[in-house]
DNA sequence: TGTGCGACTATTGTCGACAATTTGACGGAG
DNA sequence: CTCCGTCAAATTGTCGACAATAGTCGCACA
């Protein structure tokens, strides 16, 4: 065989997963909905095994709860849950930016730079700043963490955490402030290129704060306006 | 039935998961060692299937790994690899330490104080500080992050990470700075009596920090008498 | 003698069926 | 009319068997 240097033969309950990943985060399935097995092992066209492997998974990343006996519900984040995941957010991709400004090479700060530019030509452009805000902001956030290069700080925000984020943006509706997140990103850049690591770490996390802050705002008006 | 109003329906997975995870935690299954479903099945007299969920879980909080059609490994971990841990527990304990300044009761703290008067007199009658000290060490680090109230927090810590840290003790043979770490700890209740975050956090950082010299230190020591 | 190909074995991945438990409905009593 | 006990249907948990893949051993051939 030729040599695939890295090996990875994907299985039944990997798709399932990635599969049912996907339709959460992007709302096909909804916050609160129950994942049936006997209906999507019929709508997927495989047996029961894959697919309660694939919702362990999915347990294990907090989209969905399982109860014994019971089975298992698309995760429904409440406001006390979203603030509990900013403040970990907080924690962890602040130490990301910590590392991130030792461990990126001149080169990947200077295509987060160029990042950032396209990003604000994009705002300057159409003030409208609509999805690809949102993903332009995931993606920053993406090239900050896996510039810390530690591995399991990776694993939680990337493989876990973001499908949270990206779930309850759906589910809340939350727009970002987009001008000002663009003027903090550039701040944290700035403090990665200067290689100082305490004050990375220190915007980004008030970046968050605000972020935080934010979100925290709209769900309450929103919870005002509907209640 | 009586009312059981916290509703503990054990399933096979849940006590053979438990069961796997004390076995590696505490050495029974060396790092390293290979997961045999046939054999493990056999030897706890149970099927595959709930073997498998059990293994399944343990991947999920990284005490085993596991690779598509080879099988799952009790996991190894290396200098490196406990690096990143130590990050990721200074940036989600230093949180968990300001969260806590203002989320314990009055009551939490005193409890918290007199299990380190309980630990200074060990200390002090007993200068071997063993076995007791690890345990009582966790003791601490646990009340503090249940102390947070942040329910994220605690899964992350007290379910993942905790455990890794149990095994790499064993797997490294790191001997805690017992007297040390118990001024350190008594400095962190004091912020969080004062109900000062800030500086519960910066505590707490800094005794992690000074906890990951010592291990990379004794570890150090260790390959360059081994090698 | 070394190398590469091929069959073999053991393990993992997947499937369908059985058992145990929850949930909802139905009927009757207060 | 409401509440409770019983029952039935559906779902989850568990099991044993089948299929597919990886690693190994042996053998032929250069």
Tied chains: 1, 2.
Excluded: W
Excluded at 94 to 113: H, P
């Amino acid at each position: 065989m030729v040599a695939t240097h890295e090996e990875t033969h994907v299985t039944i309950a990997d798709r399932i997963f990635a599969r049912i990943q996907q339709e959460i985060v992007d709302g096909t399935l909804k916050p609160g909905s129950k994942i049936s097995e006997p209906e999507l092992a019929r709508a997927y066209g495989i047996s029961r095994g894959p697919l309660r492997e694939a919702i362990g998974r999915l347990e294990a990343c907090s989209l969905v709860v399982r109860k014994a006996n019971v089975g298992a519900r698309v995760v429904s984040l409440s406001a006390e849950q979203l603030l509990e995941i900013y403040h970990v957010r907080e924690a962890l991709e602040g130490m990301a930016a910590r590392l991130a400004a030792t461990a990126m090479s001149d080169a990947e700060i200077a295509d987060l730079a160029d990042l950032l530019a396209t990003h604000r030509r994009q705002i300057e452009d159409d003030p409208s700043h609509g999805y690809f805000q949102r993903e332009g902001d995931l993606d920053f956030h993406y090239r900050i963490v896996k510039g810390s290069k530690n591995g399991r700080l990776i694993e939680l925000l990337c493989n876990d955490l973001y499908h949270l984020v990206r779930l309850y943006r759906h589910q809340f509706g939350v727009v970002t402030r987009a001008q000002r997140a663009l003027v903090e990103h550039e701040h944290i850049v700035a403090a990665l290129a200067e290689r100082d690591g305490e004050m990375a770490e220190l915007l980004m996390r008030h970046h968050i704060r605000a972020t935080r802050a934010n979100a925290m705002r709209r769900i309450a008006e929103r919870e005002a306006a509907a209640g």
